[in-house]
Nanobody, 116 residues
Framework: QVQPVESGGGLVQPGGSLTLSCAAS????????MGWYRQAPGKERELVAT???????NYADSVKGRFTISRDNAKGTLYLQMNSLKPEDTAVYYC??????????WGKGTLVTVSS
């Protein structure tokens, strides 16, 4: 089973910015809507942002206006630009298809920590 590879996480102060990347090559990526998900400590994994094959985007209310999802089909890469980060954005971030129907297994994710 193919596993996406997420990167770009790190420690950032409140109000800061980060850009996450997800390498998920192949026809699975090109032919499916994709999403960024996150899981905070002690919480369930949640859907943060989605992008269709036509690059139509949608966002969870908690990140709307602060996060931007995009995709580069030629590179097989999904991005998440995160601005105005808040401590409650602290989580491990994952990418997968939307919905995650099993074409990709869950990757290791990338940890984002927002703290002063």
């Amino acid at each position: 089973q193919v596993q996406p590879v997420e990167s770009g996480g790190g420690l950032v102060q409140p109000g800061g910015s980060l850009t996450l990347s997800c390498a998920a090559s192949g026809s699975i990526f090109r032919l499916n809507a994709m999403g960024w998900y996150r899981q905070a400590p002690g919480k369930e994994r949640e859907l943060v942002a989605t992008v269709t094959t036509y690059s139509t985007t949608n966002y969870a209310d908690s990140v709307k206006g602060r996060f931007t999802i995009s995709r580069d089909n030629a590179k097989g890469t999904l991005y998440l630009q995160m601005n105005s980060l808040k401590p409650e954005d602290t989580a491990v971030y994952y990418c997968n298809t939307n919905p995650p129907f099993g074409a990709y297994s869950w990757g290791k994710g990338t940890l984002v920590t927002v703290s002063s």
